[in-house]
């Protein structure tokens, strides 16, 4: 079966059930607006493959044969299991049973990919469902290159939702609209605060908790190159230089050593953290090459590196749980430090990213036994490209998911980066977008690729050949060099 996410449990049935202009969606009175708003995104789904809008209507369960030739919303207790499902499908009706709207969207979502593989004649079906991992996000870097429209940043979230996702992250440097900050995003495309906070109802509605993500430490580039807050970084450099696309991804961290440049990001923070109804925030903190090197020069003297890096990142943390934040920060730093991974804040979430073939048990057990909590974090391999890597996208995908689940990671975290310009086509994610989602969802779906490629091609693209993906995939092993490759010859010849 070409589902994907493939279900934990699936049991044929004899019989078939045809969707047709007299069947009706029918919710339980009790359901509320957001379950409507899954019964209609299945009604617009549904609509796009045969052409037919299936009324929507809500009835009592004592109503009897008024449920017949239809698709029942049933409310079920699932043991307390939040985002479960059942999918039963029937000759005379189907029923999606939940005890939460997720639960619902989630059997609406797999309702939805039968109808596209069957054309509305769907085979009789028992499936029981649930998720591997509780928190299954992806993370789209809005600074570095494009900055999405609204109306793609919807696409993306209804996307999303199909595939089971619950978290979203927007990676933010420079493009977000802050009072006292015209400098920095005044040469930028940004969003508008009243965009984000509609963004993040509509987030809501599609059961995904938007969460903040914003650079505080390294990758500091605009803030720290410009005349009104340059004096707050680490290294010397400032508006006259010459941009490289090296310089900008290595430099420009913050001075840990003066007092007011926790007051800057403090400040910046207030103004982003109350657009997000999540009580999540992703800080960063990642890539910090310059520490220590410029004006901390004399503070590395007495600490560490890493001290010096956990004096700075603890009290950030501490003033955002003040605030009532679950904090989250990139994992590389303190890994690489395992000496002082237990003066990390206890109640951090440390995202541990991994990116290329390879992945060690150890990289991953090393925050379980510290006893520090984690998300996984893989990547869509397109940054610095045209094309995606999809083979070792895909494969970084499978055994990072493996080793989370396997060491008691609390989440699993795609993530589609900008370096270098974000130069790929932004559809050309999707696949690995799919796949993320597909094993953040079921860690035991060991289907090979080609069969993976398959079931994207068809679910996804509505390719009856099932070709698409895999021709993508072969167009990806024609890269003679990447793109950073050449920037950064570039960037040489610059300095050289």
């Not at 590395?300 to 943390?317: P, S, W």
């Not at 006893?371 to 490209?385: A, E, F, L, T």
């Amino acid at each position: 079966m070409h589902l994907i996410p493939l279900p934990r449990k699936i049991t044929a049935q004899d019989g078939v059930f045809l969707i047709g202009h007299n069947t009706a969606i029918v919710l339980d009175v009790a359901q509320d607006d957001n379950d409507l708003e899954t019964a209609k995104l299945l009604q617009q789904e549904i609509k796009k493959v045969l052409a037919i809008t299936l009324p929507i209507k809500k009835m009592l369960p004592s109503a009897g044969n008024l449920n017949e030739n239809c698709i029942k919303f049933q409310d079920d207790t699932m043991d307390g299991r939040k985002e479960a499902y059942k999918l039963t499908v029937s000759p005379n009706n189907i029923t999606i049973a939940a005890c939460s709207n997720r639960g619902f969207l989630y059997g609406a979502a797999t309702l939805i990919q039968l109808c596209k593989i069957s054309r509305g004649e769907i085979s009789c079906v028992d499936i029981s469902d649930e998720p591997s991992y509780p928190n299954r996000g992806y993370l789209l870097d809005v600074s570095r290159g494009r900055v999405p429209t609204m109306d793609s940043l919807k696409a993306l979230v209804d996307r999303l939702a199909l595939y089971k996702i619950n978290q979203l992250q927007l990676y933010m440097e420079n493009c977000l609209k802050l009072d006292g900050l015209e400098e920095i995003w005044s040469q930028t495309d940004p969003f508008t605060p009243e965009e984000i906070l509609e963004l993040d109802c509509y987030c809501n509605i599609r059961g995904i908790e938007l969460v903040p993500c914003i650079a505080t430490f390294g990758h500091l580039y605009d803030l720290l190159r410009s005349e009104s807050f340059g004096r707050y970084r680490e290294m010397d450099s400032g508006p006259g230089e010459t941009f490289t696309w090296y310089h900008r991804m290595r430099h420009h961290i913050i001075n840990v050593s003066d007092p007011e440049s926790a007051t800057l990001i403090k400040g910046i923070l207030d103004q982003y953290m109350p657009l997000f109804r999540s009580n999540k925030i992703n800080i960063c903190c990642d890539e910090t090459f310059d520490l220590g090197k410029g004006k901390s020069a004399s503070m590395a003297q007495k600490m560490n590196y890493g001290e010096m890096y956990l004096f700075y990142v603890n009290r950030l943390v501490e003033y955002l749980q003040t605030k009532g934040k679950e904090v989250m920060i990139w994992g590389d730093i303190v890994k690489s430090h395992p000496e002082d991974l237990g003066k990390l804040n206890a109640q951090v979430t440390c995202l541990n990213w991994y990116y290329d073939y390879g992945a060690t048990e150890e990289s991953v057990k090393i925050f379980t036994d510290k006893g520090v909590k984690q998300y996984v974090c893989p990547s869509v391999s397109g940054y610095s490209r045209l094309v995606n890597e999809y083979d070792m996208s895909f494969t970084n995908i499978r055994e990072m998911a493996k080793l989370g689940h396997q060491y008691h990671a609390e989440g699993f975290l795609n993530t589609d980066w900008g370096d270098c310009g974000h130069i790929n086509m932004p559809s050309l994610a999707i696949p690995g977008m799919i796949y993320g989602a597909a094993q953040g969802w079921n860690v035991d779906d060991d289907r090979d690729f080609s069969t993976i490629d398959e079931a994207i091609s068809l679910v996804e693209y509505g390719d009856p050949g099932k070709t698409l993906v895999g021709l993508l995939r072969d167009l990806s092993h024609q890269d003679v060099n990447i793109f950073n490759n050449l920037a950064f010859f570039r960037d040489y010849k610059v300095y050289n």
